[in-house]
């Protein structure tokens, strides 16, 4: 018989469930209860706001609001575009960084790692007034390419420091035996560690992901325009204009949530696993 | 005896493929994030009148701290921020040990369903769930009166957002609800690593269930609160767009709810009837920057050094 039985005797287990119960809701209510008002008439948001909708009271006339009066389609292929387009950077030039620093030894390795992870804690925020002064120089404002060029620096650093640590459990062996067969490095690691490493890269993508679909700062600052705008700041401007009228604000907000929340069901085990995979060093 | 030049190792070539793998990396990350930082601390030194961009020395500095005007807005964001820190500190960090504790419980059906729908808010976006929180507690709507009716307390209600008393607390909250799954998981992952055979030898000797945690698991996890507790600083210290987009640029009700982001905001891309001043800017960024350095500097020479030395 284990000792961890004690641990768990029932009314235990259950005053634990309780709680976790209850933050639970904590959690999740505030979102659901925007969600499922978002499909309901104007008199039952107000009236009773806490029911779900019914079929008196179903309607989709705040989405069609949004989509008729908003340029969400717009908006959402632009975050799409850059989310897309500096996560594959960051994977590709952090996958790169990480195998030169884990698998060579070179003068200034050591220094370069370091120097690489200063990004971890020093906020790219910090450094906005110049960076919109270069992106005016190079005439970069109001482009997509200039909040790829951003994120993708703003990832590297932590996308770097995790791949590297991954990629230094690669068996040592199956990479020498590929010098040994001729492979030029360049292949051993296109071929041989990039697809051995692609849970950490799911990982990486994830994280890196999540803060560039909800960033407000630099959309705001570097791309505001009608045609560049980011559906956080698309929904942000729109729920500015459109305070009074709750069904479109409801709709904006839940357009803006599901997709996340879509992704988020999708990869949570990932996520997780990265989470504590990394915490766990 | 054997020569020393022996041992050297024969000058290998030049090896490009290490050159060619790092280059990208560091070229963006220099370009857009390392220069621009610098930059950031230069124009700082500089000002601009009539067109001509001139060397000001510390001059801006001087104005941040000097005139009543600008001293008074930084302080105040100063203050707002260390308050909206303190929040983080004592309600979320030990909530998300509390949650961790509890979800590493062992044998507990639905972790990983507590797990995930805990971390949910954390990966909305600031806008989203500042306008989510918005809408609950605006007076309009009544969900909050009625859900405090509902526990016997609808005295308490008062529409937190629009009172200088309440709001930044409220908005401080409403940012722990968004960010608690983050110091929740780390942690739980540090209860996990803790061997089975020291909790089994606590049990024995007949330490279980709270004293445990506090006597056993606790000190053990250490490090990590304090990593989390950095992270919460950085994180905080560099907060914009809660603030933004529940309470707008002036972090409003009168200031109440300015921090150091929106400070900079304001500053560096002007609001209203305020023109931007990017070199004002750069100097709050400067100041910031300085912060977050000072607190990190500290925590790693003083804090983790002395962690380490009480792990064994």
């Known amino acids: 018989m284990s000792l961890s039985t004690a641990r768990t005797s029932t009314p235990r287990a259950i005053t634990v469930h309780a709680a976790l119960i209850l933050y639970t809701v904590i959690a999740v209510a505030p979102v659901l209860l925007i969600v499922y008002n978002s499909v309901k008439d104007r008199r039952a948001i107000f009236g009773q706001p806490m029911t779900l909708p019914t079929w008196d009271t179903f309607t989709l006339i705040g989405y069609e609001t949004v989509w008729t009066q908003g340029n969400f389609p717009l908006y959402f292929q632009n975050s799409l575009i850059v989310t897309v387009a500096s996560v594959f950077l960051v994977l590709l030039f952090g996958a790169m960084a990480a195998f030169a620093l884990s698998e060579y030894r070179f003068r200034g390795n050591l220094l370069m790692g370091l120097y690489l992870a200063l990004g971890i804690m020093i906020p790219i925020r910090l450094g906005t007034v110049a960076i919109l002064e270069m992106m005016v120089a190079t005439g970069l404002v109001n482009t997509l390419t200039s909040l790829v060029l951003v994120y993708t620096a703003q990832g590297l650093p932590l996308a770097i420091f995790i791949l590297a640590e991954f990629m230094r459990q690669v068996s040592g062996d199956l990479k020498n035996a590929a010098r040994v067969d001729g492979l030029s490095e360049y292949r051993i690691f296109f071929q041989l560690v990039m697809p051995l490493v692609r849970p950490a890269m799911a990982t990486v993508a994830v994280f890196t992901m999540i803060p560039i679909w909800n960033d407000l700062w630099f959309p705001l600052i570097l791309a505001p325009s009608e045609a560049t705008k980011t559906v956080t700041l698309g929904a942000q401007m729109f729920l500015g204009q459109y305070v009074t009228d709750w069904n479109a604000v409801l709709a904006a907000l839940s357009l803006a949530i599901l997709p996340v929340l879509g992704l988020y069901l999708l990869f949570s085990r990932q996520l997780i696993r990265g989470i504590t995979a990394g915490a766990v060093k | ?312």
């Open chain 2, 1 to 312: 005896m054997t020569d020393e030049t022996d041992l050297k190792p024969p000058p290998r070539p030049w090896r490009w493929h290490i050159a060619v793998f790092l280059a990208p990396a560091v070229l963006v990350y220099t370009a857009v994030m390392i220069i621009p930082l610098f930059e950031t601390l230069r124009l700082s030194f500089f000002n601009r009148a009539d067109g001509q961009t001139f060397f000001v020395g510390i001059a801006n500095y001087a104005r941040l701290f000097g005139d009543p005007r600008w001293a008074a807005s930084f302080w105040n964001a100063l203050w707002n921020n260390a308050y909206f820190f303190l929040i983080h500190m004592v309600v979320q960090n030990p909530l998300g040990i509390a949650l961790a504790a509890l979800l590493s419980v062992s044998r507990l059906p639905g972790r990983a369903f507590y797990r995930s729908a805990i971390f949910l808010p954390t990966i909305l976006s600031f806008v989203i769930v500042g306008f989510i929180w918005k809408l609950i507690l605006s007076p309009l709507w009544g969900v909050t009166p009625s859900l405090l009716d509902l526990i016997g307390l609808r005295w308490l209600f008062a529409p937190y957002l629009g009172l200088e008393t309440y709001a930044l607390t409220t908005v401080a909250l409403v940012s722990v609800w968004q960010w608690v799954g983050i110091p929740m998981m780390l942690i739980y992952a540090a209860l996990l690593t803790i061997p089975e055979d020291l909790i089994e030898a606590a049990e024995i000797d007949g330490i279980t269930g709270f004293s445990q945690f506090w006597r056993i698991k606790l000190p053990l996890i250490l490090p990590t609160i304090g990593i989390v507790s950095i992270l919460t600083f950085v994180g905080n210290f560099n907060a914009f767009d809660l603030v933004y987009s529940m309470q707008g640029a002036m972090g409003g009700p009168n200031g109440a709810t300015d921090i150091l982001g929106t400070f900079l905001y304001r500053t560096f891309f002007g609001f209203q009837l305020q023109g931007g001043d990017p070199h004002m800017g750069a100097t709050i960024a400067t100041v910031m920057f300085g912060i977050i350095l000072v607190v990190i500097s500290i925590y790693l020479f003083i804090i983790q050094r002395r962690m380490r030395r009480y792990e064994f």
